[in-house]
Nanobody
């Protein structure tokens, strides 16, 4: 089992910044890709950014140039630096982790952290 705990959400004005953190614990040895997703009220959960063990990143078009994902493997953590925030970025942000062995692949999710951007 892997536990993921997000932090860093809150209320910010448009144009502001927030930094989200996600700490993994438990059976962390087989964690590969990690990522951030978000879900706004009445909408489906959508990918924001992902990062591999080696540091390769992938971003949704709507955050390119504004958000930066990073990870600290020594601290089993992944981060999301969010700049130039817009009201449409308001959502619950979830961290996830892909846990793989030769025979098993599981995806774990955190409980989410609320980000609210006021206009």
């Amino acid at each position: 089992q892997v536990q993921l705990v997000e932090s860093g959400g809150g209320l910010v004005q448009a144009g502001g910044s927030l930094r989200l953190s996600c700490a993994a614990s438990g059976s962390i040895f087989n964690i590969n890709d990690m990522g951030w997703y978000r879900q706004a009220p009445g909408k489906q959960r959508e990918l924001v950014a992902t990062i591999t063990n080696g540091g390769s990143t992938n971003y949704a078009d709507f955050v390119k140039g504004r958000f930066t994902i990073s990870r600290d493997n020594a601290k089993n953590s992944v981060f999301l630096q969010m700049n130039s925030l817009k009201p449409e970025d308001t959502a619950v942000y979830y961290c996830n982790a892909h846990w793989r062995t030769i025979a098993t692949w599981r995806i774990y999710w955190g409980q989410g952290t609320q980000v609210t951007v006021s206009s």
